[in-house]
T-cell receptor
């Protein structure tokens, strides 16, 4: 069966520091991969999605970037965090229909 | 640009009640409509997926319907239980992209 792993689960970072959140999917090949952000009291905002290795689509201009170095690995990065980057980050995958989520990473920028 | 709205934003009901959660979307050219549950601080759990060719799906006490022409989906929960307390989100799938509503926060009182 397919599983999705996302880490770290919790992160507290100072303003201006770098960020790296990692997500891996097991048990499937060539999945579509997604990064969402959920700010307090708000809905899920699609940040990036990828339909293949090296193929990244950005949905919202922001301080973040994404990479897909391997088929089942998706990384969310920032060179310098802003206070507004705080939130709950969720990785997800699909094979074209049903969407499945990881457990999320809570980022607090101080 | 697809917009997804969920009404009501919050709902509190006594145990045993049947209830309906609403989801509306502006662009009817969707592939699928998916309902999720989110517990506090957790990732999203898929509840039901309705493909565009289908009109409804059922799982246990949950029934979801889809009317693409009117841009609406409903999630019906029968005989609600305290364990159903969570935030329920719907998402419409376009070409690779899943757009979410802001959710309905449900509390079922024992």
């Amino acid at each position: 069966s397919q599983t999705i792993h996302q880490w770290p689960a919790t992160l507290v970072q100072p303003v201006g520091s770098p960020l790296s959140l990692e997500c891996t999917v097991e048990g499937t090949s060539n999945p579509n991969l997604y990064w969402y952000r959920q700010a307090a009291g708000r809905g899920l905002q699609l940040l990036f999605y990828s339909v293949g290795i090296g193929q990244i689509s950005s949905e919202v201009p922001q301080n973040l970037s994404a990479s897909r170095p391997q088929d089942r690995q998706f990384i969310l990065s920032s060179k310098k965090l802003l206070l507004s980057d705080s939130g709950f980050y969720l990785c997800a995958w699909s094979e074209g229909q049903e969407l499945f989520f990881g457990e999320g990473s809570r980022l607090t920028v101080l | 640009k697809q917009e997804v709205t969920q009404i009501p934003a919050a709902l509190s009901v006594p145990e045993g009640e049947n209830l309906v959660l609403n989801c509306s979307f502006t662009d009817s050219a969707i592939y699928n409509l998916q309902w999720f549950r989110q517990d506090p601080g957790k990732g999203l759990t898929s509840l039901l997926l309705i493909q565009s060719s289908q009109r409804e799906q059922t799982s246990g006490r949950l029934n979801a319907s889809l009317d693409k022409s009117s841009g609406r989906s409903t999630l019906y929960i029968a005989a609600s239980q305290p364990g159903d307390s969570a935030t329920y989100l719907c998402a419409s799938e376009g070409t690779y992209k899943y757009i979410f509503g802001t959710g309905t926060r449900l509390k079922v009182l024992a």
